[in-house]
């Protein structure tokens, strides 16, 4: 299905899908060669795993901002419902699965899961609105999951799973463990994320996202965003499609959440803030909103930029919003990007074409 | 760029100086963003024990390098493993508590010895046997507080106000009230507060009084304890007060009566009056480098360096050795030694990182802390 798909496509859209998955792939392979060659410097290979997360998080919330067409600036909470569903689920499927990638897989999905409902629901309300509208109210459903995971308690004992809000209530019997602790987040996390796990959730995001765009429902998501009279008179559930992507967009965000906190041994909701989500829009604008390559092409350059310039120390991050606005707007250079587009043999044959 | 190059020289022949026989020691906290404030300390700290440290000139050197991890987890181990690509040896852990939970396990993982100034959280040293604290565990000082009252003779009743959706503050109050009925001191009321109601302390203090404790107990931050002392001089009550590090700062808030805290007493491990050479000594470098009394956090970070100095000096430890065989040493020496600083006198360290020190009690008086003993 897929392979027939890809083949009927056009052949400019196929190509940029192909090139996608093969820039992925490439800088995979060369990654993992040179780590395991000892080659990459320990910054780096730290950096893997939460580039591979916000790769993630950049393609998803492509999906909305770009492709539907809608600025959502929440995308960090549904970030922060994977990463903690998903690491209090490995918590407690710690003894009953001891093979770790498995029980990774299996985080991520509940993750992707927990995440896929808290967007249903957010949908529900938000996507009555539109564009400034629509995205103020992400920014406080963002704030909202944040302050809510700020103030729950999880934790487990002989007796089963307790809840309690706001305060700890749970009362947890002789060896049992309080698993999320409000504002103190989660301790002792396993460190099990990997980078091969990493790279596969980016191909899973990737094809998924370019299943979807270029499905029947992804046309009515673009027919949507560029008219959207056009295509209610046409017949088009408007709420269904606008849905649709945005469950996707926070299933996604909910598996890197997973990938992402597993990568450390402690995670706060404090760290999902209004920032991260922004920093997530950026890395979208920046790679170009509907582009996926971009995307995750910002999301690594945006992530190891402020590591490289440790050496300024007090002028890092000056530094580093300085060369952010440098490159937005070279990428949106008409010059540049001619000039660029030369230096690009796809490119120049497209415009052949 | 005449200019540009020479500097570039000159720090060249610095770092290839300093690179002969210097022990590499690295630490993150938070140098920028809202928690800056510790960082900044605890890396000024540092810095002046390694000043002194090289020039004295011993056989251990000390280079210090300290990066930003604006206490955020993911940033401290980026900022760790820059860390690690220069060549620390040992690690000064991370300032703050949450970041270094997380640096703690890479510490633990690769193997590279920590003494974390300030991260007092338990989860930093749980389970890792090459992390070590310099500050008080949590929970330690709620039974120091216990032991301090109990041998002053303070008071025999005593009341205890903790806010119940804080962990310091919960770790603290849990140790103090199972240990106060071992030292005979009777917890007579006990009241919570959270956060959002953390504005009105009436019931909690005419519980306290109307039940008669001559003490209050208040493990928590200043900004609610500056409140609880308003309210009960307002309804005049006027018991002992007693608080932890948390405490610490009351004084330069913003807009605080200073006379409210007038006799209010508090045990931290850092007394920047203190009468003793060396904290006499470095409080007037600090002073002299950076315009401002050093806080705790500072001092901590002073001690953490000297600590490194005297167990590796006691290992015998040499600059070119690797980091995982001083690891193996220094978890050697620091269960073992017994350190005088400035935050401390016969500090001792137990195999789970965790430290034991007398701490100082101080009271404030005339607008100043002033030593108890």
Same mark, same amino acid.
């Given at each position: 299905?897929?392979?027939?798909?890809?083949?009927?496509?056009?052949?400019?859209?196929?190509?940029?899908?192909?090139?996608?998955?093969?820039?992925?792939?490439?800088?995979?392979?060369?990654?993992?060669?040179?780590?395991?060659?000892?080659?990459?410097?320990?910054?780096?290979?730290?950096?893997?795993?939460?580039?591979?997360?916000?790769?993630?998080?950049?393609?998803?919330?492509?999906?909305?901002?770009?492709?539907?067409?809608?600025?959502?600036?929440?995308?960090?909470?549904?970030?922060?419902?994977?990463?903690?569903?998903?690491?209090?689920?490995?918590?407690?499927?710690?003894?009953?699965?001891?093979?770790?990638?498995?029980?990774?897989?299996?985080?991520?999905?509940?993750?992707?899961?927990?995440?896929?409902?808290?967007?249903?629901?957010?949908?529900?309300?938000?996507?009555?609105?539109?564009?400034?509208?629509?995205?103020?109210?992400?920014?406080?459903?963002?704030?909202?999951?944040?302050?809510?995971?700020?103030?729950?308690?999880?934790?487990?004992?002989?007796?089963?799973?307790?809840?309690?809000?706001?305060?700890?209530?749970?009362?947890?019997?002789?060896?049992?463990?309080?698993?999320?602790?409000?504002?103190?987040?989660?301790?002792?996390?396993?460190?099990?994320?990997?980078?091969?796990?990493?790279?596969?959730?980016?191909?899973?995001?990737?094809?998924?996202?370019?299943?979807?765009?270029?499905?029947?429902?992804?046309?009515?998501?673009?027919?949507?965003?560029?008219?959207?009279?056009?295509?209610?008179?046409?017949?088009?559930?408007?709420?269904?499609?606008?849905?649709?992507?945005?469950?996707?967009?926070?299933?996604?965000?909910?598996?890197?959440?997973?990938?992402?906190?597993?990568?450390?041994?402690?995670?706060?909701?404090?760290?999902?803030?209004?920032?991260?989500?922004?920093?997530?829009?950026?890395?979208?604008?920046?790679?170009?909103?509907?582009?996926?390559?971009?995307?995750?092409?910002?999301?690594?350059?945006?992530?190891?930029?402020?590591?490289?310039?440790?050496?300024?120390?007090?002028?890092?991050?000056?530094?580093?919003?300085?060369?952010?606005?440098?490159?937005?707007?070279?990428?949106?250079?008409?010059?540049?990007?001619?000039?660029?587009?030369?230096?690009?043999?796809?490119?120049?044959?497209?415009?052949?074409? | 760029?005449?200019?540009?190059?020479?500097?570039?020289?000159?720090?060249?022949?610095?770092?290839?100086?300093?690179?002969?026989?210097?022990?590499?020691?690295?630490?993150?906290?938070?140098?920028?963003?809202? =928690?800056?404030?510790?960082?900044?300390?605890? %890396?000024?700290?540092?810095?002046?024990?390694?000043?002194?440290?090289?020039?004295?000139?011993?056989?251990?050197?000390?280079?210090?390098?300290?990066?930003?991890?604006?206490?955020?987890?993911?940033?401290?181990?980026?900022?760790?493993?820059?860390? *690690?690509?220069? #060549?620390?040896?040992?690690?000064?852990?991370?300032?703050?508590?949450?970041?270094?939970?997380?640096?703690?396990?890479?510490?633990?993982?690769?193997?590279?010895?920590?003494?974390?100034?300030? =991260?007092?959280?338990?989860?930093?040293?749980?389970?890792?046997?090459?992390?070590?604290?310099?500050?008080?565990?949590?929970?330690?000082?709620?039974?120091?507080?216990?032991?301090?009252?109990?041998?002053?003779?303070?008071?025999? *009743?005593?009341?205890?106000?903790?806010?119940?959706?804080?962990?310091?503050?919960?770790?603290?109050?849990?140790?103090?009230?199972?240990?106060?009925?071992?030292?005979?001191?009777?917890?007579?009321?006990?009241?919570?507060?959270?956060?959002?109601?953390?504005?009105?302390?009436?019931?909690?203090?005419?519980?306290?009084?109307?039940?008669?404790?001559?003490?209050?107990?208040?493990?928590?931050?200043?900004?609610?304890?500056?409140?609880?002392?308003?309210?009960?001089?307002?309804?005049?009550?006027?018991?002992?007060?007693?608080?932890?590090?948390?405490?610490? #700062?009351?004084?330069?808030?913003?807009?605080?009566?200073?006379?409210?805290?007038?006799?209010?007493?508090?045990?931290?491990?850092?007394?920047?009056?203190?009468?003793?050479?060396?904290?006499?000594?470095?409080?007037?470098?600090?002073?002299? %480098?950076?315009?401002?009394?050093?806080?705790?956090?500072?001092?901590?970070?002073?001690?953490?360096?000297?600590?490194? *100095?005297?167990?590796?000096?006691?290992? *015998?430890?040499?600059?070119?050795?690797?980091?995982?065989?001083?690891?193996?040493?220094?978890?050697?020496?620091?269960?073992?030694?017994?350190?005088?600083?400035?935050?401390?006198?016969?500090?001792?360290?137990?195999?789970?990182?965790?430290?034991?020190?007398?701490?100082?009690?101080?009271?404030? %008086?005339?607008?100043?802390?002033?030593?108890?003993?």
């Amino acid at each position: 299905m897929t392979m027939r798909r890809l083949i009927n496509l056009k052949r400019v859209e196929a190509r940029r899908i192909y090139l996608t998955y093969g820039v992925v792939i490439l800088a995979y392979i060369i990654c993992q060669t040179m780590s395991s060659t000892k080659m990459l410097s320990s910054s780096m290979r730290g950096m893997l795993v939460p580039i591979c997360a916000y790769m993630v998080m950049a393609v998803s919330l492509n999906l909305v901002v770009g492709i539907s067409g809608e600025l959502s600036l929440g995308h960090a909470g549904f970030m922060s419902v994977g990463a903690f569903s998903g690491v209090a689920s490995a918590i407690l499927m710690q003894s009953v699965i001891p093979f770790e990638p498995v029980r990774l897989a299996l985080a991520m999905i509940i993750a992707a899961v927990f995440a896929a409902i808290a967007g249903f629901l957010i949908g529900i309300p938000v996507l009555r609105l539109k564009g400034d509208y629509l995205a103020i109210v992400t920014l406080a459903f963002g704030e909202i999951i944040k302050s809510i995971l700020n103030n729950f308690y999880m934790g487990v004992d002989s007796g089963g799973v307790h809840f309690s809000m706001l305060t700890d209530t749970t009362r947890l019997l002789k060896g049992g463990r309080l698993i999320i602790r409000g504002p103190m987040g989660i301790s002792g996390i396993q460190k099990i994320s990997t980078f091969p796990a990493g790279f596969i959730l980016v191909m899973i995001s990737l094809m998924v996202v370019f299943n979807l765009v270029n499905s029947r429902s992804g046309r009515a998501f673009m027919a949507i965003r560029d008219d959207r009279i056009a295509a209610e008179s046409i017949g088009l559930d408007i709420t269904k499609y606008k849905m649709m992507a945005f469950v996707t967009s926070a299933a996604l965000a909910g598996a890197a959440g997973a990938l992402f906190a597993m990568n450390y041994s402690t995670i706060v909701a404090n760290k999902f803030d209004f920032n991260t989500s922004i920093l997530i829009l950026v890395f979208v604008v920046l790679g170009g909103q509907g582009n996926m390559l971009g995307g995750i092409i910002a999301a690594a350059v945006l992530t190891i930029l402020p590591e490289k310039l440790r050496q300024f120390s007090d002028y890092r991050m000056l530094l580093y919003a300085i060369i952010l606005i440098v490159m937005m707007l070279a990428t949106n250079n008409a010059e540049i990007k001619y000039f660029l587009s030369r230096l690009n043999p796809f490119k120049r044959r497209e415009e052949a074409e | 760029m005449k200019k540009i190059l020479i500097c570039t020289a000159l720090v060249l022949a610095m770092t290839s100086c300093a690179f002969g026989a210097a022990f590499k020691i690295g630490g993150t906290g938070p140098l920028t963003g809202g =928690a800056a404030i510790y960082g900044n300390a605890a %890396k000024n700290g540092a810095e002046i024990a390694v000043e002194e440290i090289n020039a004295m000139g011993g056989d251990v050197q000390f280079e210090l390098r300290y990066e930003d991890d604006t206490h955020d987890a993911e940033k401290a181990v980026n900022a760790y493993n820059a860390l *690690k690509d220069w #060549g620390m040896q040992v690690s000064l852990g991370s300032v703050t508590s949450k970041p270094c939970e997380a640096t703690a396990a890479e510490n633990f993982a690769d193997r590279i010895f920590a003494l974390t100034p300030s =991260a007092s959280s338990a989860a930093v040293t749980e389970g890792k046997d090459n992390v070590f604290q310099m500050c008080f565990v949590d929970p330690n000082q709620g039974s120091a507080s216990a032991q301090y009252i109990a041998d002053k003779k303070f008071a025999k *009743k005593v009341a205890v106000i903790w806010k119940n959706d804080d962990v310091y503050s919960k770790g603290i109050r849990d140790t103090f009230v199972e240990k106060a009925p071992e030292l005979g001191l009777e917890v007579v009321s006990e009241t919570t507060f959270a956060d959002g109601n953390d504005n009105d302390f009436s019931v909690q203090l005419t519980d306290a009084q109307n039940k008669g404790a001559e003490l209050v107990f208040l493990p928590m931050y200043y900004q609610p304890a500056s409140l609880i002392l308003a309210q009960a001089q307002a309804m005049g009550y006027a018991p002992k007060w007693f608080g932890v590090d948390g405490m610490d #700062g009351i004084l330069t808030m913003e807009g605080f009566e200073k006379s409210l805290a007038e006799g209010v007493m508090l045990l931290t491990p850092f007394n920047a009056d203190a009468s003793d050479e060396k904290t006499k000594s470095f409080v007037a470098k600090y002073q002299a %480098k950076h315009g401002e009394i050093p806080n705790q956090f500072a001092a901590d970070g002073y001690d953490c360096v000297y600590a490194y *100095k005297e167990a590796l000096e006691l290992a *015998k430890a040499t600059p070119d050795m690797s980091a995982e065989d001083i690891c193996t040493k220094m978890i050697e020496q620091f269960t073992t030694m017994t350190f005088n600083g400035v935050t401390g006198e016969n500090v001792k360290w137990a195999a789970n990182g965790e430290v034991t020190k007398d701490p100082k009690g101080m009271v404030i %008086k005339d607008g100043a802390y002033v030593g108890l003993d």
